[in-house]
């Protein structure tokens, strides 16, 4: 990982597999870990086609997703998006949501996370 306090550089992050998630690795960009980030967290997600989230809520967590590559469709609220390079999605906190790859190649996504999630077992609801 890089030295610097405000700076980070995706190369430099380890990537960890999420709990209720397949065919996705995450690597945290910004966070208490990595910055010191107290009241959001940024990482990106790389998702195989076919997989990605299951049904889950973060209670208390508001969540948004910018598509980098590929194409997903995202569900929440009784809604149902397909998603391409530079469609956001927002869920609400306590909001139950899918996210699944729906092109060829696999989806890179920016997520953000206020407050920080962190992978914390207690911050996620699955039916």
């Not at 910004?30 to 299951?54: C, D, M, R, S, W």
Request: aromatic residues 8%; proline residues 9%; glycine residues 10%.
């Amino acid at each position: 990982m890089t030295s610097s306090r405000y700076f980070v550089r995706e190369s430099d992050i380890a990537g960890y597999h999420p709990a209720n998630h397949t065919g996705t690795l995450n690597k945290r960009l910004i966070g208490p870990e990595t910055v010191g980030a107290k009241q959001l967290e940024v990482l990106v997600g790389h998702i195989q086609k076919g997989k990605g989230a299951l049904p889950h809520a973060h209670p208390g967590i508001e969540q948004v997703c910018y598509m980098l590559e590929g194409r997903a469709v995202a569900e929440v609220g009784g809604q149902r998006q397909e998603l391409h390079p530079g469609d956001s999605c927002f869920f609400p906190a306590d909001a139950m949501h899918t996210f699944t790859v729906v092109s060829d190649e696999p989806v890179r996504v920016l997520v953000i996370y206020s407050p920080p999630y962190e992978e914390s077992p207690e911050r996620v609801i699955r039916p």
